[in-house]
C-alpha cells in the first residue's frame, strides 16, 4: 500500500494506558484504536486473559498495529506501573477511598501541565465485568470519573478509554486548534466594501420597486437587510453569486414592467 | 425487580440524535447506550439498514431500552430534522462547505445556551461505511469535526455518538477551577517503585511490632495506611525523609528491646 504523503506520521507520545486483566481482545484492539486518535502509544497489559497476543485484538483496532506491536504484557499490576510518577485509575465510583477524584478533562490537563508528552504518567483501566478492584486504586495517585448520567452510567471497557485518549489529546491542543477555521483555503470572507456594495446594489433596486416604504421606516429596514445579509458571513464569491440573484431578479421585473408599459398585458 | 431507590430517574431531554440509514443495528444499540449515558433519550432513525426493531440494537444497548423503544423512523432525513432549529452534521473533514467548524464541546456550550434543555436541537450522524453525504450536510447550520490524530483519525459511528453525548452531559455540568499544580519544578513526585519500597520498608516493621493485627483487619489497615500516605503526593526526597523516619523509629525500638532484654531498664 503506497503511504499517503501528506498523512503525518503519527504521534508516539502520552500517558501510558494500562489495562488490568481485560478481558476481550476486542476491547484491547479498541483502546488502541482510541489511543492512536489520541495520540498516544503506550499500552500496557496486565494479565491479558486470553494471552498475548490476540487476533481479535487485532482485528478491533481498526490499523493501529503499532500500538499493539508496541504493547508490554506484566505479570502484576505493580510492575507494570513501577516507573509512573503520576497514576490516575478510572473507577465508577469513587468507593470509601480518601483520594483526589479528576474528571478526564481534569486528568488530561493536569497530566498535560506536568509532562507535556505524558512521560512518566499513566491510566489505569480494570476488567471489565468488575472494574479496578481497591488494591488498584490505593497503587494511584489519584482517581478518573468519567461524568455521566448517575441514573443510567454504564461505559464499558473501550468506551472508558476512548473518553480519557479524546480528552489527552484535546489537552494538547492550543486555543487557536480548537477553534477551527470556518473557511476552506480560498474561500476569503468577503471585505467590508464588498458588503457594502452589494448592500447598495440590493438596495438601489429595493428602493426602485417601493419595498423600502414608507420612508420613516426605510433607516431600519435596511439595517435590519443589513445584519441578516452579514450574519451569514458570506465569501467573496458568495456576494458575486448574490449580485447575480439580485441583478436577475430586478431584470425579470423591469421586463415585466416593460412589458406592461408597452400595453401588451390586460392583467 | 426491585427498583433501586437511590437511582435518580434518567433524564428525558437532550438535543436529538439522527442516525442517517444507520447499518449495524449494534451501532443503533451503542448510540442508545451512549445517549442513556449522556443524559438524552430522542433518538432518531432514517432508513435503517436492517429494519426496525432490531434485536441486536437491544443487545448492544446495555438496558437503555426506553431510548430504543421511543426511537422514531423516518423515509427522508428532511422529514427527521424538519422540527429543528439548530442542526449540526458531523463529518470526519469539513469538506467544500462554507459553514460554522464545531469540535463537539463546542457545539454542546452552544446548544446548552440556546436551549438548556436541547430542545429542537440535534446532532446528525452518518451511515457507517460513507459517513454524511454533502446533502446531508447542506441541512445543518453547523458542522462537528471531532478532534483526533490527523495521523490516524478513525472513529466509528458508536465512538462518534458517545464524544458527542458526552460533551453534551459535561456541558450541563457547573465548571470546575483547575487547581495550581502543587510541585515545583526540581521537586519530583515520587515513582510508583519508590512508594511500593517505602510501603514495604512500613509494614515490615509494623508487622515486626505486631501493629498489623489481628490478621483479619490487615488488609484495609494497609489499604488505609497507603492511601494516607499517597494522599500526600510525597517527592522523591520525602519519600526518603519518610524511610528514615521508618528506620530510626524502629531502630530505636530494637535498642529499647535490646536494652530491656539485657535488664538494664525498670521502666
Known sequence: M???PIRPEP?????A????EPQLGENIGAAARAMANGGMSDLRLVNPRDGW???RAVAAASGANWILDGARVFESTEAAVADLRWLYATTARPRDMVKEVRTPRQAAQRIKAFAPDGDECGVLFGP???GLRNEHLVLSTDLIVIPVDPAFSSLNLAQAVLVVCYEWFQAGLAPSEMEPDRYDRGARPASRAEMLN?????EAQLDAVGFLRPPEKRPLM???LRNLLQRAQPTE?????LHGVVRSLSGTRREDLEANRSGGGDD
Open 17 to 20: 494506558v494500562v489495562l488490568v
Open 237 to 241: 464569491q458568495e456576494v458575486r453569486t
Open 128 to 130: 471489565e465485568r468488575t
Open 53 to 55: 497476543p490476540n487476533p
Open 198 to 202: 452589494l448592500f447598495d446594489h440590493l
Open 2 to 4: 503506497v503511504p499517503d
Open 222 to 224: 435596511v439595517q435590519n
Open 11 to 15: 504521534r508516539c507520545e502520552g500517558p
